[in-house]
């Protein structure tokens, strides 16, 4: 769902807030947040506050049902000043200091996700954690998605899938018992198929290592990677055709594993259509015939837009407003193409390139980027040349 694009809502905020300002817009969070849940046959689902911190977006997706999973001792801070109780907080992350250990046991959180022996051996000597999930390094190969972490390929994630058994041994004479898996197999996947064939790989995986290590699994945690559309070419995601997908999933994983609480995760999938970006014009140029629009903000604040996140360097859906005092207009698609860049001083700092409005913006315009709600600023050098961190405004 891509909100109403309104000249209106924009100059009025900007009159408000100023710019670079990002808006988060809590009604499509809340309708992000339903759908999924919806197509998801009752399983539970994390949201991965790393997608976006924000307090209010994070509360948003709280109420809207959804549970959280931290990868930081300021995640798991941020997560508890939003409201979320202690045992709705899974800690996921390749490394994790003794500190970040510590608290999230003393405030009791749901469980830790482990990647490592040397964690094992950390869990056991510093806390009083005695329950564990495993992140599987699975050996199969995902199907789809634009940013893949599977294949049995060398990583900093999870325990390769042939040393789960020993692992699993290793715990256990740690005093640790393993009683959930892990799995996530990369992101921005946009094809239901894709999604549910991942999920099947992944159920017989778990089947398999329930097998080998006798271990009775009381969580699965199958990851997700919902991809939302960025560009032209993509499609949403048919969540009618996923949710049929995913029931099945979940019927043969209540026969496989009766005692499982079955789980999903999402950052993208839930906040990237409720962010929008604002950036007001410094300055336009023409340099040896391209035209130039130079911003106040540019990928110090949306890193995403030179390709990072499995995004290639595309343009982000965007659009401009004439802002000269009292008559709004809204600059669509059309044939004058400029290329929008931020202040910084660096040549990567271009955010659109030859994208094509039906006028050509001046000073003080204002150029909105849409879709980017995920892995917006904090995701960004959002400090490089001495800059601020942006504006945030809930609505
Ligand atoms: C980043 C991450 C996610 C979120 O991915 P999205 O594509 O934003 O949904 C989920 N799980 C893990 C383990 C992650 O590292």
């Keep these: 769902m891509n909100p109403h694009r309104d000249p209106r809502h924009i100059e009025d905020m900007v009159r408000k807030y100023g710019t670079p300002l990002y808006i988060y817009d809590t009604k499509v969070l809340q309708s992000q947040a339903v759908s999924l849940q919806d197509a998801l046959g009752g399983a539970a689902l994390y949201y991965s506050l790393k997608a976006n911190p924000n307090k209010h977006v994070v509360e948003t997706l709280r ?17 508890l000043e939003a409201g979320y109780s202690p045992t709705d907080i899974i800690f996921i992350g390749p490394g994790k200091t003794v500190e970040e250990l510590r608290r999230a046991s003393e405030v009791g959180i749901q469980y830790f ?76 996947f946009l094809e239901a198929s894709d999604l549910v064939q991942n999920t099947k790989s992944i159920l017989e995986d778990a089947r398999e290592i329930q097998r080998e290590t006798d271990l009775e699994l009381r969580m699965l945690d199958m990851g997700g990677g919902f991809g ?49 970006l604002v950036l007001q014009v410094l300055t336009t140029k023409t340099s040896y015939g391209t035209r130039f629009c130079v911003c ?9 837009a030179i390709g990072v996140g499995g995004i ?10 004439r802002f000269d005092g009292d008559s709004t207009a ?11 860049t931020g202040p910084l001083c660096t040549p ?15 000073r003080g315009d204002l150029v909105v980027l849409d879709n980017v709600g ?21 609505v």
């Design 63 to 79: 109420k809207a049902g959804c549970r959280v999973e931290v990868a930081s001792k300021g995640e798991l801070e941020r997560a």
């Design 113 to 188: 996700v482990v990647d490592s022996e040397d964690e094992l051996q950390l869990l056991s000597e510093q806390t009083t954690v005695r329950e564990i999930l495993l992140r599987v390094n699975p050996d199969f190969e995902a199907s789809g998605g634009k940013l893949t972490m599977s294949g049995g390929k060398p990583k900093q994630f999870g325990v390769e899938r042939a040393q789960v058994g020993n692992f699993v041994g290793r715990a256990r004479k740690l005093g640790l018992d393993v009683v959930g898996l892990h799995y996530y197999l990369g992101t921005r």
């Design 348 to 362: 990567d700092d271009v955010l659109l390139k030859d994208v094509q409005w039906s006028m050509v913006p001046k």
């Design 296 to 304: 106040d903000g540019g990928t110090n604040l949306n890193m995403a």
């Design 228 to 276: 939302i559309p960025y560009f032209g070419v993509e499609s949403d995601l048919d969540l009618n055709l996923l949710k049929t997908g995913i029931i099945d999933c979940i019927k043969q994983a209540r026969a496989w594993f009766p005692k499982a609480e079955l789980a999903f995760e999402s950052g993208r999938y839930l906040t990237a259509e409720c962010g929008r």
């Design 330 to 340: 809204k600059l669509e698609a059309g044939d004058q193409p400029v290329t929008v």
């Design 374 to 394: 995920a892995y917006g600023p904090s995701a960004s050098p959002h400090s490089f040349l001495g800059h601020d961190y942006p504006t945030e405004v809930v």
């Design 312 to 321: 290639g360097k595309r343009n982000f859906p965007s659009w401009c407003v």
